[in-house]
């Protein structure tokens, strides 16, 4: 003779915190990639990544660079 016992189990229940994070979670991410993926993020990237006399040629100083980079939209 085969005994057989069922065990239910319940989803652990989530809180609103989760909630709210799982909700906003992706957008965030999206949001992240989108400005990742910008030319201007990319200039930023390539300009941090030079040297202070590469810099120099270009007339730019290491503290400028965000200056620089986003002149035209939010620096006068």
């Given at each position: 003779?085969?005994?057989?016992?069922?065990?239910?189990?319940?989803?652990?229940?989530?809180?609103?915190?989760?909630?709210?994070?799982?909700?906003?979670?992706?957008?965030?991410?999206?949001?992240v990639?989108?400005?990742?993926?910008?030319?201007?993020?990319?200039?930023?990237?390539?300009?941090?990544?030079?040297?202070?006399?590469?810099?120099?040629?270009?007339?730019?100083?290491?503290?400028?660079?965000?200056?620089?980079?986003?002149?035209?939209?939010?620096?006068?």
């Open positions: 003779m085969a005994d057989a016992s069922y065990i239910e189990t319940k989803a652990p229940r989530r809180t609103w915190g989760e909630a709210i994070t799982d909700f906003f979670t992706p957008m965030g991410q999206r949001l990639a989108m400005g990742e993926n910008s030319s201007r993020y990319r200039r930023l990237e390539r300009l941090t990544a030079m040297s202070d006399a590469e810099l120099a040629e270009r007339g730019v100083k290491r503290e400028d660079i965000v200056r620089h980079v986003f002149a035209d939209v939010y620096y006068v």
